[in-house]
Each structure stands twice: as structure tokens, then as C-alpha cells.
């Protein structure tokens, strides 16, 4: 006699199932480009139909931008500086996350950077939104006080600094040209600081 044995199988909803799927491109997002990640390659990775994945996303469209979405979230989340510590100190842990996500993200996050200036006005949109969320956590305050008074200029300053540690992270990944990681980040860290020391008095 054969004896089978049932195993419990969870019935997921449809936005479980699509979150999944998102997770699922998200991670095939970080070895390879937005350009060739496709419906075809996420139904293969997935082991589902194409006609299936059309379910969850309307077209080819539709499933880049829902995962870059997810992606943009992901790089808010896994930056996010501590709740507690010295101002530098929470900076520093940010900086560092954000080179780790670019080091272990690199392709998606290139391309990602490119879309954005590339006339997509949607992934623009994400674009921008994820930078708003690094740049304006900047001035927020706690218990330990604000590494940055948020003023017009200050606010203005650190959108060019959160530009500035764009470039020079992806340019350092393309020709690291003998500078080490830990001066990259310093380069990072000290830069901000050293930037609104130098605005004009009021």
C-alpha cells in the first residue's frame, strides 16, 4: 500500500501573490538591467505562464514601474539612519547602507538612475520621491538635536549633496582608481557638514 502524505498549501490572495512576484523581479532587478528584466524572464524565474503574469501586470510597462517602485522602497527602508545617536554618527550609518545597496544593486540601480532621466515621467516620479525621503530625513530632529537647520538654502544645498553622492558612489563603482570604501564614505560623510560651514552667513 502507498501510503501519500498531504501537505498544507496556503491559497495566497492576489496582491500576496503579486507582492511576491515584485519581490521576485526586485531581486533579478540587482544583477541585470531595468532594459532586460522581462515579463518572459519573471514568469520563467517564477515558474508561472506569461498569460498568468499578465494578470498581475497589465503590460511590460506596468511591471517595471511597480518594481522599481518596490526597489525605491527597499533603498528607503534599508537606509534608514538609527533613532538613536550623534547627528554625524546617524549620517555615517545611512551613507554606509546606501553604498551597500548600490554594491549589492548595482545594474537595477543604474538603470534605474537613467530611466529617471530618460523621459519616463512615471519612473521619474518614483525618481524623485525616493530622493525626497533620503534628503528630507536630513532634517529631521530627535532627542539628539538635527545635523542640519533646515532653511531654504540648507534644503536647497542638500539636494545638490544628495546628487553629488549619487555620482561620485556610481563613479567610484565604475573606476574605483585606488580609493578604498572607507574614504568613499568619509568623502560622504564629511562633505554635507563641510558644505552648509560654508553657505553665506544671514
Known amino acids: 500500500m502507498t501510503t501519500r502524505t498531504a501537505t498544507s498549501r496556503t491559497r495566497l490572495s492576489k496582491e500576496e501573490r503579486r507582492s511576491q512576484l515584485l519581490d521576485l523581479g526586485v531581486r533579478l532587478l540587482s544583477t541585470r538591467s531595468l532594459d532586460e528584466l522581462s515579463i518572459d524572464l519573471l514568469a520563467e ?15 511590460k510597462h506596468d511591471f517595471h514601474e511597480a518594481v522599481v517602485r518596490r526597489a525605491a522602497d527597499d533603498l528607503i527602508a534599508q537606509t534608514a539612519p538609527p533613532v538613536e545617536g550623534e547627528p554625524l554618527h546617524r549620517l555615517l550609518v545611512s551613507m ?8 549589492a544593486n548595482e ?4 538603470s534605474l538612475v537613467k530611466a529617471a532621466s530618460g523621459g519616463n515621467d ?11 525621503a533620503l534628503t528630507d530625513r536630513i532634517f529631521r530632529e530627535d532627542a539628539q538635536g538635527t ?5 531654504p538654502h540648507t534644503r536647497l544645498l542638500v539636494r545638490g549633496w544628495a546628487a553629488m553622492a549619487e555620482e561620485l558612489v556610481l563613479g ?9 570604501r572607507d574614504e568613499v564614505l568619509e568623502m560622504l560623510v ?4 563641510a558644505l552648509v560651514a560654508a553657505l553665506p552667513s544671514d
Open 147 to 151: 545635523l542640519i537647520s533646515e532653511t
Open 45 to 59: 524565474e517564477a515558474g508561472i505562464s506569461r498569460g498568468l503574469l499578465y494578470h498581475y501586470f497589465g503590460n
Open 172 to 180: 567610484w563603482k565604475a573606476d574605483p582608481q585606488g580609493v578604498t
Open 122 to 132: 512615471t519612473l521619474r516620479e518614483i525618481y524623485d520621491e525616493a530622493r525626497a
Open 190 to 193: 564629511v562633505s554635507l557638514p
Open 107 to 110: 545594474p537595477g540601480y543604474r
Open 96 to 103: 554606509t547602507a546606501y553604498l551597500d545597496y548600490v554594491d
